[in-house]
């Protein structure tokens, strides 16, 4: 919007600025060129007084000349012709004797813009790089980047070029990191700088003389460079050391990116260096800057993907302040969720709970939403907050906590009672229809526990004109009918006239349609509906998996540092699935590639080599597995497995096998190869098809590594429960090892080596057993069907592994 009076304005001015008083008073006329310089702030045109401003730069005041400079600079682009007129007095004053006024003439003599001024400018800004004053040449330095990009199609002058490159030696580090600048800018189509090892060594000795944004463009530069041995690669790494811990956020993210595009081949260097920054992240998160903790903490979630215990023993570093605002307390909460364990959960669970009543309707239903992920693995304790949240009737909260009750019981059906017991008089409270939704898919999967389900319903159905969404229609429609086939004497009726609005009264033709598919289903019998919409309740699938695993940092070192991890979220703890969770869970979850049939051909015998060749029994394989039908049904809860589990520890004892009248304990080896790099995702997937289901992992990276897990047993005389435990402790080398392999099992490595490097070589897993009843068959069989997934898993890495080498 113009400046009410601008013309007025201009005229005044334009009066002062040729007045003769005026101008024989330097403070008079400095004070009417603040005036103009004000105007034109203010949104004035004053275009018109570019004569008269070019009158009044030639002076001595240094200030007068900032003031006009800056409208020159401002109008230059209106006014190409009378702009010849300032280059005279800007190239007067490239010769000044004070070298403050030298660079600011340079610098506004390139910031001039125009094309037609280049050959004027080209002379002043080659004998800038050669001035005496280091504040002149970082002008000259960023003026001929100015320059190359106003004429962007012109040939690149070789020896301005040299000349950049020969400054990068300049005593002074603000020159030498614009050079860098300046000649990623010129040479942009030509890749950038080149840096080579005299260039690396030198900025990395000369970099803790820069200030904080220097050493960071120092840092990314530096990215460009790989090291031509391993000597060179650790003489670097000592020298970044120092600045992996700065007390600069910045300066330690742009090390860290370094170190880790340096070590890509290098993952327990890699591991060494996350570990390293904990503290300087853990810092950044108590940032004054909101913008700092938020971006600390989205690469702290960044780093758990691949190290998720990390941040463990600092947990309550991200428990949230009252004043935070709600971006940050999500973020914190979904770390939380991270750094669950037994120890902490008690204490995480009491935090999360305050959060639930926030003020903030976003941040209340995050926290219950991380209540409910943390259910998967202390259901327990979890169900008793989240049914103590609906009784405080407050819509926001209720609508969350059905949602998230919901997506429970999908994923841990052995909840379903006490949810069930919960459900009652939640419908008074709910407004929203996602909510809703939630309350009518549990009502419809799980009505015949809810004795209120009927009447709940029936209400549902009675304001179904009035209702304005379409999927609260859609989902009260597919739960009406699943309700039907279990309780059909209390909602035949209803049903009916729920189906006469759908097909005769609703405009939506998505509601109709399926109300014409469910009518003409019941046309075709009771059981071909019940076959239809009574399928699983659960997905035990998604079911526990205590302990995230690890990722390789190669997945998401690229996106360190920079607006990503920001952009993407990080890790999402458990977001608010729209519609029915059996549309949420038909999803794929991860990118695992399982065959689609068991390979039964590998036959349970030991390697070559073992010297328990004739000793132990082949037992396992005798019994094919097709003999045995294996159940996930009832489903078993994590804290029931370890009760069970614990329960028959007094057992134990050294033989490889143990009974009672109604108990079998057992143990056996099965060896296999390459199933240790195996992600806990497809470990479980390839479980999952032969229905034996995972608990609990060790992170692939850790030894001991173990896997717990249960099935049940049915085509067998007598339908069994087995628990089971997959053991891989390493193996012990008797030859010595020398100091520096004993130091790098120092550090770790060992570890990730004895999990990693076994491609070509079989290794020893233990596996235990518990069954109640006994039932010594089905224990043989079960063997066989472990034995038949381990060795599938084991030729695909090794079909993997000779494909990487053809």
């Known amino acids: 919007m113009p400046y009410l009076g601008g013309e007025e304005t201009v005229r005044e001015l334009k009066r002062a600025l040729s007045n003769p008083n005026v101008q024989s008073e330097p403070l ?90 280049v050959e004027y400018v080209e002379q002043p800004l080659t004998a800038g790089l050669r001035d005496r004053a280091a504040c002149v040449r970082r002008v000259a330095v960023l003026g001929w980047a100015k320059l190359y990009n106003l004429q962007s199609g012109s040939d690149i002058d070789a020896a301005v070029v040299n000349e950049l490159y020969s400054l990068l030696r300049d005593p002074d580090p603000v020159v030498m990191v614009n050079c860098l600048r300046a000649l990623d800018e010129i040479l942009k189509e030509e890749g950038g700088v080149v840096i080579n090892k005299p260039i690396t060594h030198h900025l990395l000795n000369r970099m803790k003389e820069c200030d904080v944004w220097g050493q960071c463009e120092v840092l990314r530069v530096l990215q460009r460079y790989r090291p031509q041995s391993d000597d060179e690669l650790f003489d670097i790494l000592s020298l970044l050391d120092a600045s992996l811990v700065s007390p600069h956020p910045p300066v330690m993210a742009a090390t860290l990116s370094l170190f880790l595009s340096l070590c890509a081949d290098l993952p327990a260097v890699s591991l060494a260096a996350l570990e390293r920054v904990s503290g300087p992240l853990l810092a950044a998160c108590g940032s004054g800057s909101r913008e700092m903790r938020f971006t600390a903490l989205c690469h702290i979630q960044l780093l758990m993907r691949s190290v998720p215990g990390l941040m463990g023993p600092h947990f309550k570093r991200f428990f949230c302040g009252y004043a935070e605002p709600a971006y940050i307390k999500q973020r914190k909460m979904q770390i939380m969720v991270e750094l669950v364990n037994d120890e902490n959960v008690s204490m995480l669970l009491d935090e999360l709970k305050g959060y639930c009543t926030d003020v903030n309707t976003d941040t209340a239903q995050a926290a219950i939403q991380a209540i409910g992920h943390i259910g998967r693995s202390y259901s327990d304790r979890c169900l008793e907050i989240l049914t103590g949240l609906l009784g405080l009737k407050q819509d926001h909260i209720t609508s969350a906590v059905v949602q998230t009750l919901r997506d429970l019981v999908w994923v841990c059906p052995q909840c379903s009672d006490t949810v069930c017991s919960a459900l009652e008089g939640c419908e008074e409270t709910l ?67 729920l189906l006469h609005y759908c097909i005769e009264e609703e405009t939506d033709m998505c509601v109709r349609d399926l109300g014409l598919l469910y009518y003409h289903l019941l046309k075709c019998g009771v059981e071909e509906t019940r076959n239809v919409l009574q399928g699983r309740r659960s997905d035990p699938s998604l079911g526990v998996l205590i302990g995230r695993p690890a990722e390789p940092i190669s997945q998401w070192a690229c996106s360190f540092n920079t607006l990503e991890p920001l952009k993407k979220g990080g890790t999402v703890t458990q977001t608010a699935s729209r519609g029915s969770p059996e549309h949420e869970a038909s999803k794929p979850k991860t990118a695992v590639e399982l065959p689609e049939t068991l390979d039964c051909s590998h036959i349970h015998t030991d390697p070559p080599d073992s010297a328990s060749t004739g000793q132990r029994s082949d037992s396992a394989a005798e019994l094919p597995a097709a003999s045995l039908t294996l159940s996930l049904s009832p489903t078993l809860s994590p804290e029931e497995f370890e009760r069970r589990w614990l329960q028959r520890c007094s057992l134990r004892s050294e033989e490889a096998a143990e009974e009672s009248n109604d108990f079998l304990q057992t143990e056996d080896r099965i060896y296999c190869s390459a199933v240790l790099q195996r992600s806990p995702q497809t470990l479980q997937a390839a479980m999952q098809l032969v229905n034996i289901q995972t608990l609990a992992f060790t992170p692939p990276s850790t030894l001991p590594w173990r896997v717990f897990f249960y099935t049940h047993t049915a085509g067998t005389p007598a339908s069994t429960l087995i628990l089971g435990e997959l053991l891989y402790a390493g193996e012990a080398d008797p030859t010595p090892k020398d100091e520096e392999e004993e130091e790098r099992k120092a550090d770790g490595e060992a570890a990730a080596e004895e999990l990693t490097g076994r491609e070509d070589r079989q290794v020893e897993v233990k596996v235990t057993l518990k069954q109640q009843p006994k039932d010594e068959e089905a224990v043989r069989a079960f063997l066989s069907v472990l034995s038949t997934v381990l060795h599938t898993l084991s030729s695909e890495r090794h079909d993997e592994h000779a494909a990487t080498h053809v």
């Open 28 to 117: 008079r006329y400095r004070n009417t060129v603040l005036r103009v310089v004000r105007a034109m702030s203010q949104g004035v045109n004053v275009s018109g007084l570019f004569s008269e401003m070019v009158k009044a730069c030639a002076t001595v005041d240094v200030v007068q000349k900032k003031l006009v400079y800056m409208f020159l600079c401002s109008y230059a682009s209106l006014n190409p012709e009378l702009s010849l007129l300032v280059i005279n007095t800007l190239r007067k004053d490239c010769q000044d004797p004070n070298p403050m006024v030298r660079s600011l003439a340079l610098r506004n003599m390139s910031n001039l813009r125009l094309p037609s001024l």
């Open 431 to 497: 407004q929203d229809s996602q909510g809703r939704q939630a309350l009518l898919w549990l009502l419809g999967v799980y009505g015949d526990g809810v004795s209120s389900a009927p009447y709940t319903l029936e209400a549902f159905i009675d304001g179904v004109r009035s209702e304005v969404s379409l999927g609260v229609k859609m989902e009260l429609l597919t739960a009406t009918m699943r309700l039907f086939l279990t309780r059909p004497a209390e909602t035949q009726d209803m049903l009916g006239r």
